[in-house]
């Protein structure tokens, strides 16, 4: 049975737990209730207490067990929603959001077609390039909080859409989380690759940062998809982060524009 928190009102240093676990460190003592409630939400679902796909308790379970109104629970679950991390299902609760779902496997692929809608194209069709341990260069260290020389897992991979290929993507990952990691196993699974990753990997990203710039096609962008050198491309580089802010994967795309375009909505 999950005991029940304390809610910090003032500027105390208590420490609240839930389920045995601290609750983050970083809500300040003065935070309102709701991002307070927020918090500890959050902190099981990094502890890992509902999984991807899940049903998390109702609005009132969670007011018993945190000792607070259903409308404050209802606010910190919104901003969650908001967020992407859990999604509501209409008369059937609160469920933890995963890239399994088709409202969120393209949350952070961005490039739509310029007529019809990204899921108009169909699912894209994949080939796995090459998949195979490496050293981690100083950039990619760098980026996923490694030492360089640190083993990686480094994909290759071409997304083609109506049957012309549009996206070519580099990605490395840390080694450790992701053993046993093939082209194989990467070509065999049908859903999105996070999907993948969330569900047999126990590795769920959450957030992204991105950079982007234009680039000349070179020889590789020429042979994998069909442009002639020189061709402008989108290059996106993607750093995607877990529950634990952890940087957990790298990834670099080359985008073709000719009938797509990057599409993203702010605020």
């Given at each position: 049975m999950q005991s029940s928190v304390d809610i910090i009102s003032d500027n105390s240093s208590l420490a609240p737990e839930m389920g045995g676990q601290s609750a983050p460190n970083s809500t300040p003592a003065f935070s309102p209730l709701y991002q307070q409630i927020k918090g500890f939400?959050?902190?099981?679902?990094?502890?890992?207490?509902?999984?991807?796909?899940?049903a998390i308790p109702s609005e009132m379970e969670l007011a018993a067990r945190f000792r607070v109104s259903q409308g404050t629970v209802r606010k910190a679950i919104d901003e969650l929603a908001s967020e992407n991390l859990l999604l509501r299902r209409q008369g059937k609760g609160t469920f933890v959001a995963t890239h399994a779902e088709q409202q969120v496997q393209f949350r952070f692929l961005?490039?739509?077609?310029?007529?019809?809608?990204?899921?108009?194209?169909?699912?894209?069709?994949?080939d796995i390039i090459e998949c195979r341990r490496s050293r981690a260069s100083a950039d990619v260290a760098r980026a996923?909080?490694?030492?360089?020389?640190?083993?990686?897992?480094?994909?290759?991979?071409?997304l083609s859409f109506?049957?012309?290929?549009?996206?070519?993507?580099d990605i490395w990952l840390p080694a450790a989380p992701?053993?046993?990691?093939t082209a194989e196993r990467l070509a065999n699974y049908q859903g999105p690759m996070y999907a993948l990753f969330e569900t047999?990997?126990?590795?769920r990203m959450v957030r992204a940062e991105e950079k982007i710039r234009a680039i000349p096609a070179s020889d590789i962008h020429e042979q994998l998809l069909n442009v002639k050198q020189g061709t402008p491309l989108l290059s996106v580089e993607r750093i995607a982060y877990t529950y634990r802010d952890e940087p957990m994967e790298l990834r670099r795309g080359c985008y073709r524009t000719e009938t797509h375009h990057y599409h993203n909505t702010l605020g």
């Amino acid at each position: 049975m999950q005991s029940s928190v304390d809610i910090i009102s003032d500027n105390s240093s208590l420490a609240p737990e839930m389920g045995g676990q601290s609750a983050p460190n970083s809500t300040p003592a003065f935070s309102p209730l709701y991002q307070q409630i927020k918090g500890f939400i959050l902190n099981s679902l990094r502890a890992g207490e509902w999984k991807p796909g899940e049903a998390i308790p109702s609005e009132m379970e969670l007011a018993a067990r945190f000792r607070v109104s259903q409308g404050t629970v209802r606010k910190a679950i919104d901003e969650l929603a908001s967020e992407n991390l859990l999604l509501r299902r209409q008369g059937k609760g609160t469920f933890v959001a995963t890239h399994a779902e088709q409202q969120v496997q393209f949350r952070f692929l961005k490039l739509v077609p310029d007529s019809g809608t990204r899921g108009s194209e169909g699912p894209a069709q994949r080939d796995i390039i090459e998949c195979r341990r490496s050293r981690a260069s100083a950039d990619v260290a760098r980026a996923l909080a490694l030492r360089t020389g640190d083993t990686v897992l480094q994909a290759r991979r071409v997304l083609s859409f109506g049957g012309t290929p549009i996206i070519l993507e580099d990605i490395w990952l840390p080694a450790a989380p992701f053993k046993g990691l093939t082209a194989e196993r990467l070509a065999n699974y049908q859903g999105p690759m996070y999907a993948l990753f969330e569900t047999e990997f126990n590795v769920r990203m959450v957030r992204a940062e991105e950079k982007i710039r234009a680039i000349p096609a070179s020889d590789i962008h020429e042979q994998l998809l069909n442009v002639k050198q020189g061709t402008p491309l989108l290059s996106v580089e993607r750093i995607a982060y877990t529950y634990r802010d952890e940087p957990m994967e790298l990834r670099r795309g080359c985008y073709r524009t000719e009938t797509h375009h990057y599409h993203n909505t702010l605020g």
